[in-house]
């Protein structure tokens, strides 16, 4: 198998078509989150000079770009860790009090790098969905695989080969993204407060969403012999991220609720509670996130109706391998993703799919005859 991925690269270094990937994942990833940071008045504030006006039960005021920097992560002292887990677990009461100071800057920052890096597989998706046709295509198109197989290499070990530089190819495009990222935070003079547990964790999975979709598109290629049926596949792998499909999932699933008689009744006592005193944890077998105070647990909701519909709407949505990346409707705090194992339930999704997609594509390339 070293020979077959000896001569892809070669061939990749020689053609035109990784360069061309290269050059338009650098222009499309600049421009889009370019346009993304300076549509977030309190990410490019510093380098636009805007003030953000905001209203409250005292009248209208105005946060200069000085003020973002003094209460956002840069100037306000706070460690990241605390940050991230504010609303989650409890934190210092120094720290709770600063991030609770005016205008919630730190929670904006948050908001945006979440919203950020859980679409972070989009432009290197779009254009693997054009490279893996294009490149890998002619291998039927010019008859390689035949000279392939001519010399004794089995069609697994060629699908095999494909994959493994298909997945290096697209590590490079992630750290590409993270590159033009990292040097358009500098140029916007914003210092984002990265937890590194939490954000790697969200690149982690970034990265496998992009495996699932150009491991699909692989699949049908070498099924199909077909250019054209590549890239269809992959126009609607590109849309089904667009698509809510969790949100219907939630939406029936949210039917079946009650609020807990427990929960309410915690809830109408907890109106002195310091609030920084009160944790937050999801709940993976009930997809429910539940709260704690004092060493007691409180369920938020019960599910009325059959439990096998309930278990199987919640298996349903773990399938989802985008699901994490519909952050407008996520209600779930980054830290709690990763801490409370969602991050890793979604990881184990995209593996499902990238070894099934994988299985059916290998099993039917070695029983078809290649021309």
Same mark, same amino acid.
């Given at each position: 198998?070293?020979?077959?991925?000896?001569?892809?690269?070669?061939?990749?270094?020689?053609?035109?078509?990784?360069?061309?990937?290269?050059?338009?994942?650098?222009?499309?990833?600049?421009?889009?989150?370019?346009?993304?940071?300076?549509?977030?008045?309190?990410?490019?504030?510093?380098?636009?000079?805007?003030?953000?006006?905001?209203?409250?039960?005292?009248?209208?005021?105005?946060?200069?770009?000085?003020?973002?920097?003094?209460?956002?992560?840069?100037?306000?002292?706070?460690?990241?860790?605390?940050?991230?887990?504010?609303?989650?677990?409890?934190?210092?009461?120094?720290?709770?009090?600063?991030?609770?100071?005016?205008?919630?800057?730190?929670?904006?920052?948050?908001?945006?790098?979440?919203?950020?890096?859980?679409?972070?597989?989009?432009?290197?998706?779009?254009?693997?969905?054009?490279?893996?046709?294009?490149?890998?295509?002619?291998?039927?198109?010019?008859?390689?695989?035949?000279?392939?197989?001519?010399?004794?290499?089995?069609? $697994?070990? /060629?699908? =095999?080969?494909?994959?493994? %530089?298909?997945?290096?190819?697209?590590?490079? !495009?992630?750290? &590409?993204? #993270?590159?033009?990222?990292?040097?358009?935070?500098?140029?916007?003079?914003?210092?984002?407060?990265?937890?590194?547990?939490?954000?790697? $964790?969200? /690149?982690? =999975?970034?990265?496998?969403? %992009?495996?699932?979709?150009?491991?699909?598109? !692989?699949?049908? &290629?070498? #099924?199909?012999?077909?250019?054209?049926?590549?890239?269809?596949?992959?126009?609607?792998?590109?849309?089904?991220?667009?698509?809510?499909?969790?949100? /219907?999932?939630?939406?029936?699933?949210?039917?079946?609720?009650?609020?807990?008689?427990?929960?309410?009744?915690?809830?109408?006592?907890?109106?002195?509670?310091?609030?920084?005193?009160?944790?937050?944890?999801?709940?993976?077998?009930?997809?429910?996130?539940?709260?704690?105070?004092?060493?007691?647990?409180?369920?938020?909701?019960?599910?009325?109706?059959?439990?096998?519909?309930?278990?199987?709407?919640?298996?349903?949505?773990?399938?989802?391998?985008?699901?994490?990346?519909?952050?407008?409707?996520?209600?779930?705090?980054?830290?709690?993703?990763?801490?409370?194992?969602?991050?890793?339930?979604?990881?184990?999704?995209?593996?499902?799919?990238?070894?099934?997609?994988?299985?059916?594509?290998?099993?039917?390339?070695?029983?078809?005859?290649?021309?």
């Amino acid at each position: 198998m070293k020979k077959i991925i000896s001569g892809m690269i070669f061939r990749l270094i020689r053609g035109v078509e990784i360069w061309a990937l290269i050059v338009m994942m650098i222009f499309a990833s600049a421009y889009v989150f370019a346009k993304q940071m300076y549509g977030d008045q309190v990410v490019s504030a510093i380098r636009t000079g805007d003030s953000i006006v905001y209203e409250d039960e005292t009248g209208a005021h105005s946060i200069t770009p000085e003020d973002m920097r003094r209460l956002g992560y840069e100037g306000n002292g706070v460690s990241v860790s605390d940050i991230y887990k504010r609303r989650i677990e409890t934190i210092s009461a120094e720290a709770y009090e600063k991030l609770n100071e005016g205008y919630d800057i730190t929670n904006r920052e948050i908001v945006f790098i979440f919203g950020f890096f859980s679409k972070l597989f989009l432009i290197p998706s779009i254009l693997m969905m054009l490279f893996i046709p294009l490149f890998f295509g002619r291998i039927f198109s010019d008859h390689t695989i035949k000279n392939l197989i001519a010399c004794g290499h089995s069609k $697994a070990k /060629i699908y =095999l080969s494909s994959l493994f %530089l298909t997945f290096a190819i697209d590590v490079i !495009l992630i750290c &590409l993204s #993270i590159g033009i990222f990292a040097i358009l935070c500098r140029y916007f003079c914003w210092k984002p407060p990265i937890y590194l547990p939490v954000v790697a $964790a969200m /690149i982690l =999975l970034q990265l496998f969403i %992009l495996f699932t979709i150009t491991s699909i598109v !692989l699949a049908v &290629l070498f #099924i199909s012999s077909k250019k054209v049926a590549s890239i269809i596949a992959g126009f609607i792998l590109s849309i089904i991220p667009f698509m809510p499909i969790s949100l /219907i999932l939630i939406s029936a699933l949210d039917n079946r609720t009650v609020i807990s008689e427990d929960y309410k009744e915690w809830v109408g006592s907890k109106n002195n509670i310091d609030s920084n005193l009160i944790n937050q944890r999801f709940d993976l077998k009930s997809f429910t996130v539940d709260y704690e105070y004092e060493n007691n647990t409180y369920k938020t909701y019960e599910y009325k109706g059959s439990p096998l519909v309930t278990k199987a709407l919640i298996s349903a949505i773990y399938l989802d391998a985008f699901f994490l990346t519909h952050s407008e409707y996520i209600y779930m705090e980054p830290y709690m993703l990763y801490r409370d194992g969602l991050i890793g339930v979604y990881l184990a999704s995209n593996s499902f799919w990238i070894l099934l997609s994988t299985s059916v594509g290998i099993l039917i390339t070695r029983k078809k005859e290649v021309y």
